[in-house]
T-cell receptor, first 115, second 115 residues
Framework: EAQVTQNPRYLITVTGKKLTVTCSQN?????MSWYRQDPGLGLRQIYY???????DKGDVPEGYKVSRKEKRNFPLILESPSPNQTSLYFC??????????????FGEGSRLTVL | RKEVEQDPGPFNVPEGATVAFNCTYS??????FFWYRQDCRKEPKLLMS???SGNEDGRFTAQLNRASQYISLLIRDSKLSDSATYLC????????????????FGQGTILTVHP
């Protein structure tokens, strides 16, 4: 089954404790991206990757890191989480790199709480 | 001014009603436009792409007005199952006018269809 898988789905952590949210897709997509969703602010792009070893900042990259060493994986790293990073995070992938119809396939989301 | 703006609603309509949503965008060089649907606590899913000539998919019609920089979504004969948040998405072009991976979401319009 074609899918984007995120882990963990739910996480409660404390300020400053490094964490990684994994994202994996099995559709051989070149493009992958991370978003956070907050009430009243909608979905905001954190980082995206057009292909392996190519990453770019989105609208809200501060406090996050990403890597794209393999085509299927695009982990989101919070080196020193803070309470303002409490949010619902979505990973997404696309086969066209947004040059064509650009349908994004989303993971189910990871709800992160930083105390 | 936000890059992509939507009326957050909520829109409360009876079954069978016709409802329309608008979305304005600020970058005249924008390349691609989409409507996504998001059910409560779920991931967004593509509803339809928006083409320059307008396009229709069953009860749903999408229009693009480049001169006024807005896109619209019309839902005819609303069903209870149409209740969701509708997200307008714009893929902005870079300075050279080519498409790249930065996607911007509107904050979403909440639709509730009641019996």
């Amino acid at each position: 089954e074609a899918q984007v898988t995120q882990n963990p789905r739910y996480l409660i952590t404390v300020t400053g404790k490094k964490l990684t949210v994994t994202c994996s897709q099995n559709m051989n997509h070149e493009y992958m991206s991370w978003y956070r969703q907050d009430p009243g602010l909608g979905l905001r792009q954190i980082y995206y990757s057009m292909n392996v070893e190519v990453t770019d900042k989105g609208d809200v990259p501060e406090g996050y890191k990403v890597s794209r060493k393999e085509k299927r994986n695009f982990p989101l790293i919070l080196e020193s989480p803070s309470p303002n990073q409490t949010s619902l995070y979505f990973c997404a992938s696309s086969s066209t790199g947004l040059k064509g119809t650009g349908e994004l396939f989303f993971g189910e989301g990871s709800r992160l709480t930083v105390l | 001014r936000k890059e992509v703006e939507q009326d957050p609603g909520p829109f409360n309509v009876p079954e069978g009603a016709t409802v329309a949503f608008n979305c304005t965008y600020s970058n005249s060089a924008s390349q691609s436009f989409f409507w996504y649907r998001q059910d409560c606590r779920k991931e967004p899913k593509l509803l339809m792409s928006v083409y320059s000539s307008g396009n229709e998919d069953g009860r749903f019609t999408a229009q693009l007005n480049r001169a006024s920089q807005y896109i619209s979504l019309l839902i005819r004969d609303s069903k209870l199952s149409d209740s969701a948040t509708y997200l307008c998405v714009v893929n902005f072009a870079n300075a050279g006018g080519t498409s790249y991976g930065k996607l911007t979401f509107g904050q979403g319009t909440i639709l509730t269809v009641h019996p």
